[in-house]
C-alpha cells in the first residue's frame, strides 16, 4: 500500500552543523505534509508545514523541501542545538484522506 | 484546556485484564484520533472520530480494542482482555477539521506484565 519512509533511522551531528532530515513518500495523491518533533516521553510536535503547491517553506531555523518530481521531503535545521535532539517524524495526507500518515521516525542526536 | 490531555500517564496492568484510556482534547476540536507507538517505532493509526460521523476504525488491530467518543468532546479507548503485545505508548490528537496538523498528548505508556 501507500506509505511514508524515511532513509535515515538515527542522525549525528556536530553542535551549531546544519542538519537534513529525508523522507520519502509513495503516494502521489499526497498534497499536504508536516514534520513532528517528538522529544523522549511527550507526544509529537509539530514543527512545520508544506502543501504541494509549494517547494520549499522556511520557519524559524527549519526549513522543508519538497519534490514532488521524486516523492522526496527534507527537513533541514540550521545551527543545530542540543535541544534539537530528538525523533523527527514526516506525516502526510491527502484531500481525499481523514488522516495523517506517519514516517518510520529519524532520530537526530547533536553531540556538543 | 489549553493541550490534549491523557490519563492515566502511565499504566501496569496484569496479562488478561481490560484497560480504558482518556483523552480530553482541545475544546472546539471536532476531530480526534488515537495511535499506538511501540518502542523505537513510528505511529500506527487505531481509529478516527470526526463530529458526529461514524468512527473510522480501520486500525483497529482486533476486536479487543475499542474506542468511544462522548458528546464530542472526551474519548475512551478500551483494551479488552490485555496481552503483551499490546504494551505500548497510546497517544491521542485532536484538530479542527481532519486535515491540517494534529495537537498531540503526552500519551499513555501502557504495560502489560
Known amino acids: 500500500g501507500e506509505s511514508v519512509g524515511l532513509h535515515l533511522p538515527t542522525l549525528s551531528v556536530q553542535e551549531g552543523d546544519n542538519s537534513i532530515i529525508n523522507c520519502a513518500y509513495s503516494n502521489s495523491a499526497s498534497d499536504y505534509f508536516i514534520w513532528y518533533k517528538q522529544e523522549s516521553g511527550k507526544g509529537p510536535q509539530f514543527i512545520i508545514d508544506?502543501?504541494?503547491?509549494?517547494d520549499k517553506r522556511q520557519g524559524q531555523r527549519v526549513t522543508v523541501l519538497l519534490n514532488k518530481t521524486v516523492k522526496h521531503l527534507s527537513l533541514q535545521i540550521a545551527a543545530t542545538q542540543p535541544g534539537d535532539s530528538a525523533v523527527y517524524f514526516c506525516a502526510e495526507t491527502s484531500n481525499a484522506g481523514n488522516m495523517l500518515t506517519f514516517g518510520g521516525g529519524t532520530r537526530l542526536m547533536v553531540k556538543p | 484546556g489549553a493541550g490534549v490531555s491523557q490519563s492515566p500517564s502511565n499504566k501496569v496492568t496484569e496479562k488478561g485484564k481490560d484497560v480504558e484510556l482518556r483523552c480530553d482534547p482541545i475544546s472546539g476540536h471536532t476531530a480526534l484520533y488515537w495511535y499506538r507507538q511501540s518502542l523505537g517505532q513510528g505511529l500506527e493509526f487505531l481509529i478516527y472520530?470526526?463530529?458526529?460521523?461514524?468512527?473510522?476504525k480501520s486500525g483497529l488491530p482486533s476486536d479487543r480494542f475499542s474506542a468511544e467518543r462522548t458528546g464530542g468532546s472526551v474519548s475512551t479507548l478500551t483494551i479488552q482482555r490485555t496481552q503483551q503485545e499490546d504494551s505500548a505508548v497510546y497517544l491521542c490528537?485532536?484538530?479542527?477539521?481532519?486535515?491540517?496538523?494534529?495537537?498531540f498528548g503526552s500519551g499513555t505508556r501502557l504495560t502489560v506484565v
Open positions: 508544506i502543501r504541494s503547491n509549494m
Open positions: 490528537a485532536s484538530s479542527f477539521t481532519p486535515l491540517g496538523g494534529y495537537t
Open positions: 472520530f470526526q463530529g458526529n460521523s461514524a468512527p473510522d
